[in-house]
């Protein structure tokens, strides 16, 4: 398999519920993104991982909180969240910071808040 | 603070109607400049990248062309199977994270037969 693939597509969580979004890439890049799309809004970044190390956390909530065990695999886990979570979360992957390479992009986890 | 700023936010076409979308930019410094189109639920597919003004580039019915202030995003000829939201991105030299991209909140096309 080739790619960036997300799982699971679609989750509806209560806002007491503790779950995790899984993304996984097979490209060999070193960067791996977390973004978060909601509507009429621009992407924002969440958060950025690079060669297994986190070096942004652009100032997300505590109920979001992320894993990277290594350079092909991104976790985000979910606990608490309120309903305006609810978004359409995003996995990127690119070769390592600074290479001035575009992003490859997962289609996404539907999260809905209930 | 790097910008990005994408017109029209809306844009309808017949078939065979050939427009351009824009997209206007504030970046200390460009690395680089992003096109990707999105299909409704899914993640945004990359479709050019330009690092420097007068720089131009094509795919199929696509143009992407790029100025100090601005890129355009060419349609020619479009056909309902262009119909898809395109967004633009764009990455500084000297943001924090030096491989951060920024976007705008796209054009929604749409390509009636």
């Known amino acids: 398999e080739t790619g960036v693939t997300q799982t699971p597509r679609h989750l509806v969580m209560g806002m007491t519920n503790k779950k995790s979004l899984k993304c996984e890439q097979h490209l060999g890049h070193n960067a791996m993104y977390w973004y978060k799309q909601s509507a009429k809004k621009p992407l924002e970044l969440m958060f950025v991982?690079?060669?297994?190390?986190?070096?942004e956390n652009n100032s997300v909530p505590s109920r979001f909180s992320p894993e990277c065990p290594n350079s092909s695999h991104l976790f985000l886990h979910l606990h608490t969240l309120q309903p305006e979570d609810s978004a359409l979360y995003l996995c990127?992957?690119?070769?390592?910071?600074?290479?001035?390479?575009?992003?490859?992009f997962g289609s996404g986890t539907r999260l809905t808040v209930v | 603070e790097d910008q990005v700023t994408q017109s029209p936010e809306a844009l309808r076409l017949q078939e065979g109607e050939s427009s351009s979308l824009n997209c206007s930019y504030t970046v200390s410094g460009l690395r680089g400049l992003f096109w990707y189109r999105q299909d409704p639920g899914k993640g945004p597919e990359f479709l050019f990248t330009l690092y420097s003004a007068g720089e131009e580039k094509e795919k199929e019915r696509l143009k992407a062309t790029l100025t100090k202030k601005e890129s355009f995003l060419h349609i020619t000829a479009p056909k309902p199977e262009d119909s898809a939201t395109y967004l633009c991105a764009v990455q500084g030299l000297f943001q924090t994270g030096a491989n951060n991209l920024f976007f705008g909140t796209g054009t929604r096309l749409t390509v009636i037969p």
């Open positions: 991982y690079n060669f297994k190390e986190q070096t």
């Open positions: 990127a992957s690119s070769q390592a910071q600074g290479t001035g390479s575009g992003y490859t």
